[in-house]
């Protein structure tokens, strides 16, 4: 799996440099199928720990490196594992945790979680609680023992009808909600690649899509998982609300968004479609054209020329329409204040 696109996160995760007492920077990557690193920065040694539950303390937890000073250590896992992590200053006691960002899915596209991000109030957002990914119509059965054991209490679709009846989701088990819509809407008045046209529907689109959302997590019932089909657009926006909602900085935001260039697998996002098989679908043949277009195979960058986030549009929408996220999700998501701290107390340590 690739790395390289989260470690360009580390100058925006903690911008100071290590300090004694402080765990800076953590990282974790698979550098083999059953080799994970574990990188981070402080001046004094840590000891690591590992455990199968994202919320496990030390005394309930594998020590696997003890008073650690280089800064990096590697742990052996079964392929398909992947374990949380928490690091603890051996002099200050201070701890932080972490785990690999992208599940290691064989046949799933940008399966990711969205926890150890810097979050209101100097707390972060929690590991193994909130997931967003691509499409999960070709998921192999050790794809699905690995989601099932993530503990999903939710998993709702942000696809169109179309989608969804093209590329069924194999997870189940896990309680499903979506929304009917035809994918034409998200379309409607612009090319399939003008990224600011589609961006500036999504507040007023997928508004529905966010307050149910919102409440599965306000239930606080066990973790959630959302997704569309490529786990970049319309997934990324939701992304967005709810990090924002969580208190991360916007650049961060930003940057977690354009992961999905590096970590999306568009082979495994659709099965092959049949254009003869789908003749009046205008939908199918949308996608069975990309699927015979070689360049995209190949996830392009998430920004127009001038290097101007797509993303971006969508925050521009809504600072103009409703003056911040905060007023935009009270309004058209239902997420009051009350909510808004429920959501930080729960979902950031």
């Not at 088990?173 to 999504?202: C, D, F, H, W």
Request: hydrophobic letters at 40%; glycine letters at 8%; charged letters at 20%.
């Amino acid at each position: 799996m690739k790395s390289t696109a989260f470690l360009s996160l580390l100058p925006l995760l903690h911008a100071s440099a290590a300090m004694a007492g402080t765990i800076d920077a953590p990282v974790v990557t698979r550098s083999a199928p059953d080799r994970l690193t574990i990188a981070w920065q402080d001046a004094d040694p840590v000891d690591i720990f590992q455990s199968d539950r994202p919320d496990a303390r030390p005394a309930a937890m594998k020590l696997v490196a003890h008073a650690n000073r280089d800064g990096q250590a590697s742990v052996s896992v079964t392929p398909g594992e992947r374990p949380y992590f928490l690091l603890k200053d051996s002099k200050s006691g201070k701890t932080v945790h972490v785990a690999e960002r992208l599940l290691p899915l064989e046949q799933g596209s940008n399966f990711r979680d969205i926890g150890g991000y810097p979050a209101a109030g100097g707390k972060h957002v929690r590991w193994g609680m909130i997931y967003r990914s691509g499409g999960q119509p070709m998921l192999n059965a050790g794809d699905l023992s690995q989601i099932h054991s993530l503990g999903l209490a939710h998993l709702v679709d942000l696809r169109s009808s179309e989608e969804r009846v093209l590329a069924p989701t194999r997870i189940e088990g896990v309680p499903y909600q979506a929304i009917g819509y035809s994918m034409s809407s998200l379309l409607k008045g612009t090319a399939p690649s003008n990224g600011e046209g589609v961006y500036r529907t999504m507040p007023t689109m997928l508004a529905p899509h966010l307050k149910m959302v919102f409440t599965d997590l306000l239930n606080k019932d066990g973790a959630i998982a959302y997704n569309c089909s490529a786990g970049q657009d319309r997934t990324g926006f939701v992304t967005a609300m709810i990090l924002s909602a969580l208190g991360v900085p916007r650049d961060v935001i930003l940057k977690d968004y354009h992961l999905s260039t590096a970590y999306r697998r568009p082979d495994w996002e659709m099965p092959k479609i049949d254009p003869a098989a789908h003749a009046g679908d205008p939908v199918a043949l949308m996608f069975a054209h990309y699927q015979d277009n070689p360049a995209a195979a190949k996830p392009q960058p998430l920004k127009t020329a001038d290097g101007t986030a797509f993303l971006a549009f969508a925050f521009d929408e809504i600072e103009k329409k409703w003056g911040s996220v905060d007023a935009y999700l009270a309004q058209e998501a239902g997420v009051s204040k009350v909510d808004l701290a429920a959501l930080r107390a729960y979902y950031t340590e």
